[in-house]
């Protein structure tokens, strides 16, 4: 099978709903030319980050409408116009060649050919396509031009204004950095810090302690310190958000949406193995994922418990509990670019209904005095800023917001990571340089 067959295959299986970086680790390790792999790689991304641009000049150069258009074809026209547009090491002739050839069998032969006379015309006319201009038509300029959704830009606009939401925009088409977290219950930093630099990997500390980036290097699980434990794949924001709850030695600590285990081996990390931790998910499949990270990592105090975060109950109170709800993905569409097309307002009406859910069973679930953190991966008001301050006008004698400036000081991040002035960390990647993220920290007073 041909680099553009798989491209195309694996493309089409997104669209009906599979996750680009599962699809692509399941293909990657049968592909020996890490050439190959590379290609493969840029073309699917690129693909997903580019469809509304690539989409655009189909419509322009076509006087078909896109809905009249085989899904297979439409796919490979995607791939080669992406090609053409941005892969200039690859001259045009071969470019639609390979993508009009990886077609063969999975369409009728009108279907090839329209794919083969569109993709050279768009060689002889893209440069009389013109975008939508950005100062007469902004939302239509980032819509397609720049790619994303009109739903999406409209809510950003509304939240940030056109300046801070073209930078996001056109940040959400760059490739994400590679970060992952050290783990001291395995390795003491400086020997961390030496394997990278024996292997000739580079490495970056960040500004949130234990994390790091990684430049020059994709095959993480083959590092023989990733197998023993010694990191794991994490942002700095999700890095952050362990750090942000403030868990100690010795206490009961409850993860209510915990899979895949990233930020639960961290809390387990930082209680230094001491204490305990209920870590929840609602599918057993992830619930190994869970445990299979806490083994690799050494973590020996957390339970996992198959259960539903909003319907959990239990004999004794927690001192601290993470909410890491469940959201719609808005600050991670540089790593998971699909995450643009596969979201709709609907699904998110129904994702603030069970993070409102979540977050009242840990006000119950929670001891007097203890803390509950809630972090999200979204750059969305409605499942940040709102549902926090829901919560607390619902409970206004029973819970505080805690400004998190004075913990972000305490880590020597609060010029890095400035909150808003509620107490509010909203982290936006354009300017905090990492994912987009959310935290809110409560505590129950009474």
């Given at each position: 099978?041909?680099?553009?067959?798989?491209?195309?295959?694996?493309?089409?299986?997104?669209?009906?709903?599979?996750?680009?970086?599962?699809?692509?680790s399941?293909?990657?390790?049968?592909?020996?030319?890490?050439?190959?792999?590379?290609?493969?790689?840029?073309?699917?991304?690129?693909?997903?980050?580019?469809?509304?641009?690539?989409?655009?000049?189909?419509?322009?150069?076509?006087?078909?409408?896109?809905?009249?258009?085989d899904?297979?074809?439409?796919?490979?026209?995607?791939?080669?116009?992406?090609?053409?547009?941005?892969?200039?090491?690859?001259?045009?002739?071969?470019?639609?060649?390979?993508?009009?050839?990886?077609?063969?069998?999975?369409?009728?032969?009108?279907?090839?050919?329209?794919?083969?006379?569109?993709?050279?015309?768009?060689?002889?006319?893209?440069?009389?396509?013109?975008?939508?201009?950005?100062?007469?038509?902004?939302?239509?300029?980032?819509?397609?031009?720049?790619?994303?959704?009109?739903?999406?830009?409209?809510?950003?606009?509304?939240?940030?204004?056109?300046?801070?939401?073209?930078?996001?925009?056109?940040?959400?088409?760059?490739?994400?950095?590679?970060?992952?977290?050290?783990?001291?219950?395995?390795?003491?930093?400086?020997?961390?810090?030496?394997?990278?630099?024996?292997?000739?990997?580079?490495l970056?500390?960040?500004?949130?302690?234990?994390?790091?980036?990684?430049?020059?290097?994709?095959?993480?699980?083959?590092?023989?310190?990733?197998?023993d434990?010694?990191?794991?794949i994490?942002?700095?924001?999700?890095?952050?958000?362990?750090?942000?709850?403030?868990?100690?030695?010795?206490?009961?600590?409850?993860?209510?949406?915990?899979?895949?285990?990233?930020?639960?081996?961290h809390?387990?990390?930082?209680?230094?193995?001491?204490?305990?931790?209920?870590?929840?998910?609602?599918y057993?499949?992830?619930l190994?994922?869970?445990?299979?990270?806490?083994?690799?990592?050494?973590?020996?105090?957390?339970?996992?418990?198959?259960?539903?975060?909003?319907?959990?109950?239990?004999?004794?109170?927690?001192?601290?509990?993470?909410?890491?709800?469940?959201?719609?993905?808005?600050?991670?569409?540089?790593?998971k670019?699909?995450?643009?097309?596969?979201?709709?307002?609907?699904?998110?009406?129904?994702?603030?209904?069970?993070?409102?859910?979540?977050?009242?069973?840990?006000?119950?679930l929670?001891?007097?005095?203890?803390?509950?953190?809630?972090?999200?991966?979204?750059?969305?008001?409605?499942e940040?800023?709102?549902?926090?301050?829901?919560?607390?006008?619902?409970?206004?004698?029973?819970?505080?917001?805690i400004?998190?400036?004075?913990?972000l000081?305490?880590?020597?991040?609060?010029k890095?990571?400035?909150?808003?002035?509620?107490?509010?960390?909203?982290?936006?990647p354009?300017?905090?340089?990492?994912?987009?993220?959310?935290?809110?920290?409560?505590?129950?007073?009474?």
């Amino acid at each position: 099978m041909t680099i553009r067959r798989d491209a195309l295959t694996i493309l089409e299986e997104i669209k009906d709903g599979a996750y680009s970086n599962i699809v692509l680790s399941r293909r990657l390790p049968r592909i020996l030319d890490k050439r190959d792999r590379a290609l493969l790689t840029e073309i699917v991304y690129g693909v997903l980050r580019y469809k509304n641009r690539l989409d655009y000049y189909i419509i322009k150069l076509s006087n078909r409408p896109l809905k009249k258009i085989d899904s297979a074809v439409l796919t490979a026209l995607r791939m080669g116009i992406y090609q053409l547009l941005f892969l200039e090491r690859i001259p045009d002739r071969a470019a639609v060649y390979e993508t009009v050839n990886a077609l063969k069998g999975l369409t009728h032969q009108g279907g090839i050919r329209f794919a083969n006379a569109l993709l050279r015309g768009f060689i002889r006319k893209k440069k009389q396509v013109l975008f939508p201009d950005k100062e007469n038509d902004p939302i239509s300029y980032l819509v397609h031009y720049h790619s994303h959704p009109r739903w999406l830009v409209e809510l950003w606009l509304k939240q940030y204004g056109f300046t801070r939401t073209l930078k996001l925009c056109s940040l959400n088409n760059q490739p994400p950095g590679l970060y992952i977290r050290m783990n001291t219950l395995k390795i003491h930093s400086r020997e961390f810090i030496q394997t990278f630099v024996t292997d000739q990997i580079g490495l970056t500390a960040e500004p949130v302690n234990g994390s790091y980036q990684l430049k020059g290097f994709n095959s993480i699980t083959e590092l023989p310190l990733f197998n023993d434990g010694g990191f794991i794949i994490q942002g700095p924001a999700a890095t952050l958000a362990g750090l942000l709850l403030g868990v100690r030695p010795g206490m009961r600590v409850l993860d209510m949406a915990a899979a895949p285990g990233g930020k639960t081996t961290h809390l387990a990390e930082l209680m230094d193995n001491q204490g305990s931790i209920i870590a929840l998910d609602i599918y057993q499949h992830k619930l190994k994922l869970i445990e299979e990270n806490c083994q690799r990592m050494g973590v020996k105090i957390v339970k996992t418990v198959k259960n539903d975060g909003r319907e959990y109950r239990d004999n004794k109170k927690f001192d601290m509990i993470l909410v890491d709800a469940p959201c719609s993905g808005l600050g991670l569409i540089r790593q998971k670019p699909e995450i643009k097309w596969n979201k709709s307002q609907q699904n998110i009406k129904e994702i603030i209904k069970i993070q409102r859910e979540l977050l009242l069973n840990a006000v119950q679930l929670v001891k007097k005095n203890g803390l509950i953190l809630y972090t999200t991966c979204t750059l969305n008001s409605s499942e940040n800023q709102d549902i926090i301050n829901d919560i607390l006008s619902a409970h206004q004698r029973k819970l505080e917001l805690i400004d998190l400036s004075k913990d972000l000081a305490e880590l020597g991040l609060a010029k890095t990571y400035p909150v808003d002035s509620n107490g509010f960390l909203e982290m936006f990647p354009p300017e905090s340089i990492t994912e987009g993220f959310f935290m809110a920290k409560l505590k129950k007073v009474k």
